[in-house]
């Protein structure tokens, strides 16, 4: 019997996949996050948010990356050795995501390094939050740990 | 009439600043937040958790950055000008944080730095988040856009 699990070593590297969900931004919701987790006027109060420079009601970093993970799950693929994620590098916040915008997630692997464990390795993944217009509205650098191909007795 | 609002020129470096608040990991928060926004198995399901390298329920990397960025509104501190947060870099999950850690946001200014606007600069800041162990669970550098202090006319 043959497992379908991809391992580090399986890990196609290049090719962007695309979630197969998008989400939209409203502003209960954009409000609702930002009001549990982070209250910063601009992402609660349309009054304040329209005297910034931004003009209008904006959704926290925060739930955007929240929003980025959930819809990277709906990215049909196989059942993956993954079993954390070490870190994330250069996260950068490009453009304000505003009510009404519809986001969907792009990710590309794009290089295997190896672990200081020799049962494991890392994959450093590339995610994008796109609007409508796709424009890039966040993204960042994902480093997975994942287990490497079980070693075979002879 | 003063104002004491901070700009970016008046941000103390160096000096580290403490959440007042906590925030205590229970299974049904980690469960939750996961399942909404992070439905990976060993985030929402004990069984599998058992079954991980970490062998228990941990909270998504997302629930911890949404946690930290809650807790830095705690800090006590002056209103400032900032405006947004242009990225992070270096998010580090340095250990994994699980039912009944009670946790806490440490920020520390680091350095001023200019911006091609000369209305605005950037200042980078630390962001840990610790346990009662007093062990950093994440960390990361906020590169936040303040405006600079404006000019008054001669």
């Keep these: ?3 379908s699990i991809r391992y580090w070593e399986d890990m196609e590297l290049g090719k962007m996949e695309e979630s197969a969900e998008t989400f939209t931004l409203t502003a209960q919701a954009i409000k609702e996050f930002a009001g549990q987790w982070d209250p910063f006027p601009p992402h609660i109060d349309e009054a304040v948010a329209a005297r910034t420079p931004i003009g209008q009601l904006f959704a926290a ?3 955007l990356l929240s929003i980025i993970i959930r819809l990277s799950h ?3 693929h196989e ?3 993954s079993i954390a994620a070490r870190g994330w590098d250069q996260v950068r916040f490009h453009r304000p995501a505003v009510v009404g915008d ?3 997630a ?3 692997h794009l290089e295997r390094k190896e672990d200081h464990r020799p049962e494991r390795g890392v994959i450093v ?3 994008e939050l796109r609007n409508q217009h796709d424009q890039v509205v ?3 650098f994902n480093n997975v740990v994942m287990l490497r191909r079980p070693v075979v007795p002879a």
């Design 138 to 140: 966040l993204s960042f």
């Design 106 to 108: 792009q990710v590309t």
């Design 79 to 81: 059942e993956t050795s």
């Design 74 to 76: 709906t990215i049909p």
């Design 1 to 3: 019997m043959t497992t």
């Design 61 to 63: 970093g925060v739930h």
């Design 102 to 104: 519809i986001l969907r």
């Design 125 to 127: 993944t590339r995610f």
